[in-house]
C-alpha cells in the first residue's frame, strides 16, 4: 500500500458522458501527478499538480482537467467521454517535484 | 520528442535463472531513472537512480545508470514465480513528470 487512495476502484460509463475521478495524496506529499494507461499507449503522462498550482503538462485532452484542492487532494475530470478514454487512470504523489512517485491502486473507466 | 525504449518487450524464463532487462532514454532536462514492477495493479516503487556507475541493491534486484550512454539495466538474480510482472523504466525530467517505456513482461516458469 503506497498511502496514495483513489476514488472510485471502477466506472462504467456512456459516451457523451462526464466523470470525476479523485485522489488523496500521501500525507506529506505536494506534488500530484495524473497518468493514463491503455493497452496500446502504454502509461502517459497526464498533468502535475504542485501545491495547488498546475506544474507540468503532458499530452492531456482539451477535454480533460484538473484540480488540486487546498487539503493537497486532486480531482480529474473527463467529459464528453468517447470509447477511447476507457483506460486505467492513476495518480501519483510525491513529496517534492523531483522525488519519487508512488502510484495509488488506479481507477478503471470503461466508456460503454 | 522524449522518449523511452525498453527491452526486450516479453521474457520467459524458469525459476533460478537471472535475467537483464534493458532501458535506454533520450529526455530532455534528464533528472533520473526510475524502474517500477507492476503486478495487474499500481505501479509499486523499485530504484530510483541518478548518478552514473552506482549500482542500487535490493535483495536479488539490482540496478545501474549509464549516463553517457543514456541506458540503465535492472537485474534479477534467483528469480522467483512471484517475480512474474510486467517492469517499467521511466525518466524524469526536472518538471517531475515521468516518461515510461513500454514495459518488459516478465514470466518466471517453476
Known amino acids: 500500500d503506497s498511502g496514495v487512495t483513489q476514488t472510485p476502484k471502477h466506472l462504467i460509463t456512456a459516451t457523451g458522458q462526464r466523470v470525476t475521478l479523485r485522489c488523496s495524496p500521501r500525507s506529506g506529499d505536494l506534488s500530484v501527478y495524473w497518468y493514463q494507461q491503455s493497452l496500446d499507449q502504454g502509461l502517459q503522462f497526464l498533468i502535475q499538480?504542485?501545491?495547488?498550482?498546475?506544474?507540468a503538462k503532458g499530452n492531456i485532452l482539451e477535454r480533460f482537467s484538473a484540480q488540486q484542492f487546498p487539503d493537497l487532494h486532486s480531482e480529474l475530470n473527463l467529459s464528453s467521454l468517447e470509447l477511447g478514454d476507457s483506460a486505467l487512470y492513476f495518480c501519483?504523489?510525491?513529496?517534492?517535484?523531483?522525488?519519487?512517485?508512488?502510484f495509488g491502486p488506479g481507477t478503471r473507466l470503461t466508456v460503454l | 520528442e522524449d522518449k523511452v525504449v525498453q527491452s526486450p518487450l516479453s521474457l520467459v524464463v524458469h525459476e533460478g535463472d537471472t535475467v537483464t532487462l534493458n532501458c535506454s532514454y533520450e529526455v530532455t532536462n534528464f533528472r533520473s531513472l526510475l524502474w517500477y514492477k507492476q503486478e495487474k495493479k499500481a505501479p509499486t516503487f523499485l530504484f530510483m537512480l541518478?548518478?552514473?556507475?552506482i549500482e542500487k541493491k535490493s535483495g536479488r534486484l539490482s540496478s545501474i545508470l549509464d549516463k553517457k550512454e543514456l541506458f540503465s539495466i535492472l537485474n534479477i538474480t534467483a528469480t522467483q514465480t512471484g517475480d512474474s510482472a510486467v517492469y517499467l523504466c521511466?525518466?524524469?525530467?526536472?518538471?517531475?513528470?515521468?516518461?515510461f517505456g513500454q514495459g518488459t513482461t516478465l514470466q518466471v516458469k517453476p
Open positions: 501519483a504523489s510525491s513529496v517534492e517535484t523531483r522525488d519519487t512517485q508512488y
Open positions: 521511466a525518466a524524469s525530467s526536472n518538471t517531475g513528470k515521468l516518461i
Open positions: 499538480y504542485y501545491n495547488g498550482e498546475e506544474r
Open positions: 541518478t548518478s552514473s556507475g
